[in-house]
């Protein structure tokens, strides 16, 4: 009896057990036939859909004159669709070596369980036919875009550059990007495992939408011109860095922004991210005498002195406890508020800024555009600084007068000398001449300028700065044939450790505009720390006067 017994339990046990195992798989068969039907059919159906994405050819940036500056050509990218790769491992043994890549790599996005993966995009055609001709199911090749600039280096930091996915970086390209990119499509169906599309399933087309090509301001000639004479200068004084930038006084077009360091913009990727920037809009400093222009131009416009009004100057002044003294020693002198500027002295300046009063100086400075942004087309622009009236200390009214304590970028600079250039209007600074939309008409952006000061004061103002280069400081950026307005800067770099300056660091620099009675050409040049010589008319000047030259005879701009 305990033998029929314990036989009789385990059939009973083993009955269970069938029991509860095949109730487990019916559960689950329920579950996913009916509470997971839909989730499981769309993730089936996502594996047999291959969607192809369809790239809008990204616009052209042309120069001024329509010279190509950067351009899309066409490249082959090879993708798979893995589930229809039958032997990944063969494919990957026979496709890695054609691609330069790994054969871990090409093999991991060939067992993906996805419907589209890359697996080498923008290749050379040679290795995209070698691929073609293994005729592997599921491995096919599209065409992509890849930049491309007919001109070189010219201005590379202006440009900026895309990355792989086409998609802008830095510069132009950045700001941009939209409307360089334009809408990208696809197209996308289900196959089943040999390929074939299946009849009467989802398909999708979205067609794409090519970019606007934009023509710029910049004039490839004077670009090049400055870029070649900044790196001169550069090297030449053993400087750290510097900025030129060339544009109209009248209309804000800007002809050339060049940088140096500069950079190989084929090779982006590998280049330090300082060679990158666009120093000219991007980095401030303290524009030392070249401000002192500004001073001047209020007092006058408030009619608080003339050009020929007398000071009685000391080698010294002192103003509340602190000592301004001149960059180069002198005895006492009497001089005009002409000759203040002629030979830069900042006793004369601090004079001049104490009698115009604080209150002025900010409203005035302001106007002349500094303190916030230019608006010029480009990302990462910055406003420079000016604390607040309330901030000022005793001696800050007489130092800001000389351009001490108050940041600036090298395009506010040269925007508020077009106010005195072109009769007293602010103008916007522009790097976009037109945008071309496809299939739309041209559009052009105009910008209203705002009066500043009166024009008789402009006109003072340029009489003024001519003498500059005349008599003054700046004879080294004279033109022949040609009357030249402009002034000279030496500023003293501020120690990020301490208070005060450091010690043997400065920044050269010459601002000026040509011809002076009827100017078409404004540039300023900014040489940072040089190590040779530290004065504006020997390290700068020279650059404006070579590249200034250059751009009145490119832009057919008559002698006088």
Known sequence: MPRKSNSSSRIKITFVLVSLCFLAIVSKLIYLQVFQASYLSRQARLQRVTEIPLLAKRGTIYDRNYQQLAVSTEKQTIFATPYLVKKPSLAATKIAPILNKSYEEIYSKLTQKRGFVYLARKIENKAAEKVKALKIDGIEAIEEQQRFWPSGPVACQVLGFVGTDNKGLSGLEMYYDKLLGGRQGKTSDERNALGQTIPGTIKEYLRPINGSNIVITIDREIQYKAQLELEAAVKNWGAKKGSVI?????????????????????????????????????????????????IAATSIDLGIFKPTSMFNLPPTLQVAGATIGEAHGRQT?????????????????????LAVGKENIYSYLRSFGYTYKTGVEFPGEVAGYLPPTSQWYGPTTATVSFGQGISVTAMQLIRGYCVIANGGKLIKPTLVKEIIKPNQAKKITKHKAKKVINPSTSWEMIKMLENVVVNGTGKTAAIPGYKVAGKTGTAQVPDENAKGYAKGRYIASFIGFAPAESASIAAVVVIVEPTKAIYGSAVAAPVFQKVVEFSLQRLKIPPQ
């Open 246 to 294: 060339v544009m109209n006084p009248k209309d804000g077009e800007i002809y050339a922004i060049a940088n140096w360091p500069s950079f190989d913009i084929t090779k982006y990727s590998q280049v330090d991210a300082a060679a990158t920037k666009n120093s000219a809009i991007v980095d401030v400093y303290e524009p030392g005498s070249t401000l002192k222009t500004f």
């Open 333 to 353: 002198v009497n001089y005009s508020l002409t000759d203040i500027i002629a030979h830069s002295s900042n006793v004369g300046m601090s004079k001049v800024g």
